[in-house]
């Protein structure tokens, strides 16, 4: 019951001044806070199910995959209280439960590699966490014998793709915007990989979960 | 029960895209007309979602999948019925059918003020003689009860209101309409389009899709602003849907009276006139039974659920449903394939783009047994397409992580294009829907039972269109061709149609060629219930012209005295 209200406050008022320091919801709102959050809350799913120890260790991760560069990176763009709302109201209990056990094994992980849970290892030796995970994800999609998604790193790189790329920060890297005005059909972007001309980027029907689902036409 | 003493001129049953047009002709015409929608009022300025960003809903688009398990198994199957525009698909527990074991059929529903015209996918095209001959010429089904210049001024006359944009190309099997300027194809479709007209220019083209949507302002209506998702709803109203367009029109005239949470149970025959006088409804809200009174009945509450209404109207006189002499109301279900065809990506063009979300494809008018005959099938199918670069989603097939993999991420990503084909379904005696024994729906009201299935000449047509997909691809500089050949089960295209078929003999016809039921002068089913073959075109604006044609008739029947 402690941890439920906890963890409302995350959703509600991440980086409002409003926690005595210390508290167990002040470090795991650190990493949020230093970058000044602006998650909000989630479309009225109020988190609920992680831990602040687990949302710390999910806040990390996903900032280690999609980094603060020159715009802001997962944990700023609120991919924490994404990955909460989808443990809480969207995940089957046994995806769920995997992500769950998965995401525990990382700080004994960090522990056993470094001495230190996993947010509190240095920036190399999150990365060499993380790109163990990732390489293991990477063998486990060429081999054609193992389902690579029912894995936690999996889960928790679409999972940061997605909160990244459909948050307003994320949107708006993308060029995205919500009343374009115009369709011009072949324009030349000013330089590729840079230029402002691009198409917006909602989710569509290639960004649905669920694979194998019929799409119609345009 | 409650009985209304006024007598309508006319009752619509329906407020989708074929209820709008006949509470817009209707009272144009100056008749005070009834429209019963079974479904919730719609404002657009409070249930329209689109320009609701990802970060404003709760799963980011992802959807709130557990509610679609729990409340739309079915509906969750059409990619409108998404995070925001579910609430305009039924609750398939409150809506159920049944079907027999091994033969899924996919009904697609929407129950509110609008009906599905506000989740359609709005291409519209021209049916020819070529496609209302083809039954006659092939010895199928019945033959149409009317051409192509029947059809045809009726085309321009709701062309003309509804605003649809398009090129005009000269094509026979494709006749061109009314028509606003033209949308713009991408960098690659125009790379593939010069490829088809260089490799298979003789026998095929390619056009930009002919779609219900403004490309400048129009009566009343703004261009559209490219946002994207239209399938939940249009503030400017830019695309044609009855709540954008037919239903003010008819607001407008002050003739129309809109009950919404209507749910019509049967309609009222009265054997000494031979005539209907009514319809039988229940309040979806309060279960109230009532019934209402006019002189002119017309069903547009979709295919299936028109036919429904009649099969569940018995009386003596019909006690296999209303309407019903002929034994074939129920009969003859269609529905057009689709998903199949092929993908292919297109390197060489990545510093290419486009800006906004253009809600149009491309479109590849049918050739096959048009200018390439075919051995194996009769009929066809048209492509509708698109292109696009890949997205941050492919992420998740990449390895990496990290500053650079997100700078990559940010990127558009290679153009994949796909082509996919539509194709049309033979009428067949064995797909026919039924009053299901058992099942009934929230309302009482007996839910159908499906039977449907694909035939032989349909799965050679799609396994073909694969073919052809590829090789207009490869033509147009794509590599990576996948062929795309899983056939999606019948009703998830989303346009059945046909059992209340049109004809010329009342023996084997539901309806003659004005949508008027032969066994009731004054019943008329306008929506496409009344196919009797389906072509492979997108049907809407067919349903649109027939339903304007068969409200100008109704008037004129009715000042003759004949109704």
């Not at chain 1, 924490?80 to 992500?99: E, I, K, P, Q």
């Not at chain 2, 509804?162 to 713009?184: C, H, K, N, T, Y």
């Not at chain 2, 049967?266 to 209907?276: C, K, M, N």
Request: aromatic share 8%.
């Amino acid at each position: 019951m402690r941890r439920r209200r906890a963890l409302e406050i995350i959703g509600v008022a991440a980086g409002a001044p409003l926690l005595a320091p210390g508290s167990a919801v002040a470090e795991a709102l650190a990493l949020g806070r230093r970058t000044r959050s602006v998650a909000g809350p989630v479309g009225g799913a109020p988190p609920a199910t992680l831990t602040p120890a687990q949302a710390r260790t999910v806040t990390a991760l996903a900032e280690v995959i999609i980094p603060r560069t020159d715009t802001p990176g997962a944990s700023e763009a609120g991919v924490t209280a994404f990955v909460d709302a989808l443990l809480t109201g969207w995940l089957d209990a046994s995806d769920r439960d995997r992500f769950l056990a998965g995401l525990d094994a990382v700080d004994p992980a960090a522990r056993a590699a470094h001495g230190a849970d996993f947010a509190d290892c240095t920036p190399a030796q999150q990365t060499e966490l993380v790109g163990r995970m990732d390489d293991d994800l990477d063998r486990r999609r060429r081999d054609p014998e193992i389902d690579d998604t029912q894995t936690f790193f999996y889960d928790m790189k679409r999972f940061t793709l997605a909160g990244y790329f459909t948050s307003e920060p994320g949107l708006r890297s993308l060029g995205y915007r919500i009343i374009p005005g115009a369709f011009e059909g072949c324009v030349i972007l000013d330089q590729y990989g840079t230029g402002t001309r691009r198409r917006g980027a909602g989710p569509s029907r290639n960004e649905r979960p669920e694979r194998n689902r019929a799409g119609g036409p345009p | 029960m409650i009985r209304r003493r006024e007598v309508w001129e006319a009752i619509v049953v329906g407020s989708g895209i074929t209820g709008g047009w006949a509470a817009k002709e209707l009272t144009e015409l100056g008749l005070r007309t009834l429209v019963l929608e079974a479904g919730p009022m719609i404002v657009p300025e409070r249930d329209y979602t689109e320009h609701v960003p990802p970060y404003r809903m709760p799963y980011r688009g992802w959807n709130d999948r557990k509610a679609l398990a729990a409340e739309q198994p079915v509906q969750r199957e059409c990619y409108a019925c998404d995070e925001m525009g579910r609430k305009f698909f039924v609750n398939d527990i409150e809506n159920p059918y049944t079907t027999p074991e091994g033969k899924p059929f996919l009904w697609i529903r929407g129950r509110q003020v609008g009906g599905r015209s506000i989740m359609w996918a709005r291409q519209s095209y021209r049916l020819s003689d070529l496609d209302l001959e083809a039954n006659a010429r092939d010895g199928i089904g019945i033959d149409w009860p009317l051409r192509y210049a029947d059809l045809a001024p009726w085309y321009s006359h709701v062309e003309a209101f509804a605003g649809i944009s398009g090129r005009p190309e000269g094509l026979p099997q494709l006749p061109d309409g009314v028509f606003l300027p033209p949308m713009q194809m991408t960098c690659v479709e125009n790379a593939v389009r010069e490829a088809i007209a260089r490799d298979f220019g003789d026998t095929r083209l390619m056009t930009i899709g002919r779609t219900a949507v403004l490309t400048r302002d129009h009566k009343g209506r703004s261009a559209c602003h490219y946002c994207g998702p239209c399938h939940r709803g249009c503030r400017t109203k830019s695309y044609f849907s009855s709540l954008n367009a037919t239903l003010p029109a008819a607001e407008a005239t002050g003739r129309m009276t809109l009950r919404p949470d209507s749910v019509v149970h049967s309609v009222i025959w009265d054997p000494a006139r031979g005539r209907v006088t009514g319809v039988r409804v229940i309040d979806r809200r309060t279960g109230e039974d009532l019934e209402f009174f006019g002189k002119i009945v017309m069903l547009g509450a979709s295919a299936l659920e028109s036919t429904r209404i009649l099969l569940n109207s018995t009386s003596a006189d019909f006690p296999d449903g209303l309407a019903n002499s002929s034994g074939v109301l129920g009969r003859y279900l269609m529905d057009h394939t689709m998903s199949t065809g092929a993908k292919a990506t297109f390197p060489g063009w990545e510093n290419h783009g486009y800006t906004g979300e253009r809600p149009n494809g491309i479109y590849i008018p049918r050739f096959r047994n048009v200018t390439e005959p075919s051995p194996d099938f009769i009929r066809g199918y048209g492509y509708q397409g698109w292109s696009t670069r890949q997205s941050w989603s492919r992420g998740l097939d990449m390895p990496g992580f990290g500053a650079d993999y997100k700078r990559r991420l940010t990127e558009p990503g290679v153009w994949e294009f796909e082509l996919g084909a539509f194709g049309e379904c033979l009428p067949c005696e064995e797909n026919y829907v039924e009053l299901d024994p058992e099942r009934v729906d929230a309302w009482g009201i007996p839910a159908l039972r499906v039977h449907c299935e694909w035939s032989d000449n349909e799965r050679l047509m799609m396994r073909d269109s694969a073919d052809r997909a590829a090789e207009m691809l490869e033509a147009g500089g794509g590599v990576d061709v996948r062929l795309l050949t899983d056939l999606t089960a019948p009703g998830l295209t989303i346009h059945e149609m046909g059992t209340a078929r049109m004809g010329r003999d009342p023996a084997t016809s539901v309806l003659n060629g004005y949508n008027q039921a032969w066994d009731a002068p004054n019943l008329f089913v306008i929506d496409g219930a009344a196919m009797p073959s389906s072509a492979c075109q997108n049907p809407s604006l067919t349903y649109m012209a027939l339903t304007a044609r068969a409200c100008h008739y109704a008037l004129w029947a009715k000042n003759r005295g004949e109704l």
